[in-house]
């Protein structure tokens, strides 16, 4: 279907060390373009473990994992670090900036090693991703020296540089105090609503998840619950 931008059938993943626990049990989830979709669940319910499976980061995994129309499961590591380049963008609990390089330069990174652009273009496109961002003025501020919000915002900029097809937060917001919670929150649904990105996250706080379009709740491995913005409640891993 055109409009999947992921589907992920019968993912099943064990863990074996120091013995042989399983930790997802045949999860079947779809995500359409241009949604914004929240991952929730108590620590240990499997939520970061089914994120790194649908980033490609994780390839030991039963089932099938389909991005943007294309089959990742089984792919070579060449592959699938194409894919990820091409298709994937990350924003974590941490920014994971370069303190010592200007942001332009944290943000031009992934783009410099894809490199499907020139130098310049690819500096063109990271300024106009922090001018989108509201930090254009931080530009060539080393990251070390922003304040917390601001090197997210950054962080999301550099996430969006190669034109993901899907965004994949993990915990985005973990290490953000309430305002800056907000700005970021917003920063996503402008995303989603505007430009018609995917997001995906997985989140512990549930006010961002109740104003994402939809949530999906898991414990114990599996999917539980599945709600919409509208408050409608579905069983929907079968």
Avoid: W
């Amino acid at each position: 279907m055109e409009n999947i931008a992921l589907k992920a059938s019968g993912i099943t993943k064990y863990f074996y060390d120091p013995v042989k626990m399983q930790v997802l049990k045949d999860i079947n989830m779809e995500v359409i373009k241009g949604e914004f979709v929240s991952i929730v669940g108590k620590s240990g319910c499997g939520k970061s473990t089914l994120l790194y499976i649908l980033s490609t980061m994780d390839t030991d995994y039963e089932g099938t994992l389909t991005i943007n129309g294309e089959n990742t499961t089984g792919q070579s590591l060449n592959n699938l670090a194409r894919i990820r380049n091409e298709s994937i963008g990350f924003v974590f609990q941490f920014h994971y900036l370069l303190p010592d390089f200007s942001c332009l330069k944290n943000v031009m990174i992934p783009a410099l090693r894809l490199g499907k652009l020139s130098p310049k273009e690819i500096e063109a496109a990271a300024y106009e991703k922090l001018k989108m961002f509201g930090v254009e003025d931080q530009a060539l501020k080393k990251a070390g020296k922003l304040s917390g919000g601001q090197q997210q915002r950054v962080a999301i900029a550099r996430a969006l540089i190669n034109n993901p097809a899907i965004i994949m937060g993990d915990e985005p917001t973990g290490n953000l105090d309430s305002k800056n919670t907000g700005i970021v929150f917003d920063l996503f649904m402008q995303l989603s609503k505007e430009y018609g990105q995917t997001l995906i996250t997985v989140t512990h706080d549930e006010d961002f998840a109740k104003r994402s379009d939809r949530i999906i709740e898991m414990a114990d491995g599996e999917i539980k619950r599945i709600a919409g913005n509208n408050g409608n409640k579905s069983q929907n891993n079968k």
